[in-house]
């Protein structure tokens, strides 16, 4: 493969980034979401880079090759504002179904929020999204640096972005990062942690303040036994 040449296209053309992933191997990694909850009226987060490296096929000689994004390379401040599209498509304004807000770097990697449009035509799209009918997402990325990864080989490349620009989120039915994806949105571990303290605290509040007036507490107190 002349590798060289893949790279050298890479880094000129803005990439959507895809699947050649097999149905099966994508919808493997899909199985436990993490779960989120953003507010507001079609507003949902979207993992939109795991740090995956997926298999590409390239384009000057069919053959497969790994590509994979630097969790350090990533410039995040132009994304704020861009558009959400219709599978990376660019042909007129019905595919844009929204734009992009918080871009951040996060434990599981590169979030954001994205705000739909409020209009007609967006609305079936958004209720299969609350539906959980769609749920894959891929970034339009601009690749500035690339090298060829340590693990890379002649037989297998593996090419690695080291300096890199997403410029727009997709909703697609396959991505090529299979962890890429809507969050769920019911409450946070960290906000169900939050909500049970401040039901204890309230308790224990309760039962100082009934004390302090000298009554008894009996019975049983959120489902438990005093």
Do not use: C
Request: proline share 4%; no cysteine.
């Amino acid at each position: 493969m002349k590798i060289e040449k893949t790279q050298q296209a890479l880094i000129e053309e803005p990439y959507p980034f895809f699947s050649f992933l097999r149905r099966s191997e994508s919808l493997q990694m899909h199985e436990e979401a993490d779960k989120v909850e953003t507010a507001g009226k079609r507003k949902r987060d979207v993992l939109f880079y795991s740090g995956a490296k997926v298999e590409r096929k390239d384009h000057f000689t069919d053959e497969m090759y790994y590509l994979s994004f630097s969790m350090d390379g990533a410039d995040l401040t132009e994304i704020t504002g861009k558009p959400i599209l219709n599978n990376h498509r660019q042909n007129g304004i019905e595919d844009v179904l929204g734009n992009i807000e918080n871009p951040r770097r996060t434990r599981r990697g590169f979030e954001a929020t994205l705000r739909f449009s409020d209009r007609e035509d967006v609305a079936p799209i958004w209720q299969d999204i609350e539906d959980g009918i769609l749920g894959n997402v891929s970034m339009g990325v601009r690749i500035r640096e690339m090298t060829q990864a340590p693990d890379s080989t002649s037989r297998m490349p593996h090419l690695l972005a080291t300096q890199w620009q997403p410029f727009e989120i997709s909703l697609v039915p396959i991505g090529a990062d299979p962890g890429a994806k809507f969050l769920s949105a019911s409450l946070s571990a960290a906000k169900r942690i939050s909500a049970a303290f401040s039901a204890a605290e309230y308790h224990a509040r309760h039962k100082l303040a009934l004390r302090q007036r000298g009554w008894r507490v009996l019975g049983k107190i959120g489902g438990r036994n005093d």
